[in-house]
T-cell receptor
Framework: KAGVTQTPRYLIKTRGQQVTLSCSPI?????VSWYQQTPGQGLQFLFE???????NKGNFPGRFSGRQFSNSRSEMNVSTLELGDSALYLC????????????FGEGSRLTVL | DQQVKQNSPSLSVQEGRISILNCDYT??????FLWYKKYPAEGPTFLIS?????DKNEDGRFTVFLNKSAKHLSLHIVPSQPGDSAVYFC????????????FGTGTRLKVLA
């Protein structure tokens, strides 16, 4: 079955702009998580959605937001972009909590100029 | 507060030898641990996991050891192959409730032919 799909794969924005990233989870997976990867910081947890509800949130400013639709697809939005927002944004899906592994997409590489 | 730490940013090993990647955690409530491998331009892929009720889990060339008293886990790769060259992330979570997955900063493994 199809894996986790993230769009766009690459994008370039300028400071002050806003960006929306999209994630389509594996069919049947209801949990979608978002992570930010930067050099030296590993995978920083942004938020997790399950059945259209945000269940967990990381320590990111309010400029970072997300949502999940009834078909489990998810979007994340970053407003008023800063240079430090340049990163690889990864989406992961899982069937549910517990011992389920996360399945990651290939990520969206955001560059802020 | 980095609850999951990988103190070695990089590791080089000769092909055929053992690779040992280490991970420490601070939250005693974590009871499920995973290792992910990431190649450039790809999303992380699940490698192996271990529950806190075990101290060892093996899958082919990969073995994960868990020392709960030391809050330490390690991933052993034997024998190491050039294709194992990647960034390895450890992750931890609590299986009760809806706790998030916390990832370490990663260790870049280079297997020399």
């Amino acid at each position: 079955k199809a894996g986790v799909t993230q769009t766009p794969r690459y994008l370039i924005k300028t400071r002050g702009q806003q960006v929306t990233l999209s994630c389509s989870p594996i069919s049947g997976h209801r949990s979608v998580s978002w992570y930010q990867q930067t050099p030296g910081q590993g995978l920083q947890f942004l938020f997790e959605y399950f059945s259209e509800t945000q269940r967990n949130k990381g320590n990111f400013p309010g400029r970072f937001s997300g949502r999940q639709f009834s078909n489990s697809r998810s979007e994340m939005n970053v407003s008023t972009l800063e240079l430090g927002d340049s990163a690889l944004y990864l989406c992961a899906s899982s069937q549910d909590r517990g011992t389920g592994e996360l399945f990651f997409g290939e990520g969206s590489r955001l560059t802020v100029l | 507060d980095q609850q999951v730490k990988q103190n070695s940013p990089s590791l080089s090993v000769q092909e055929g030898r053992i690779s040992i990647l280490n991970c420490d955690y601070t939250n005693s409530m974590f009871d499920y641990f995973l290792w992910y491998k990431k190649y450039p331009a790809e999303g992380p892929t699940f490698l192996i996991s271990i529950s806190s009720i075990k101290d060892k889990n093996e899958d082919g060339r990969f073995t994960v050891f868990l020392n709960k008293s030391a809050k330490h886990l390690s991933l052993h790769i034997v024998p190491s192959q050039p294709g194992d060259s990647a960034v390895y992330f450890c992750a931890a979570t609590r299986t009760s409730g809806t706790y998030k997955y916390i990832f370490g900063t990663g260790t870049r493994l280079k297997v020399l032919a």
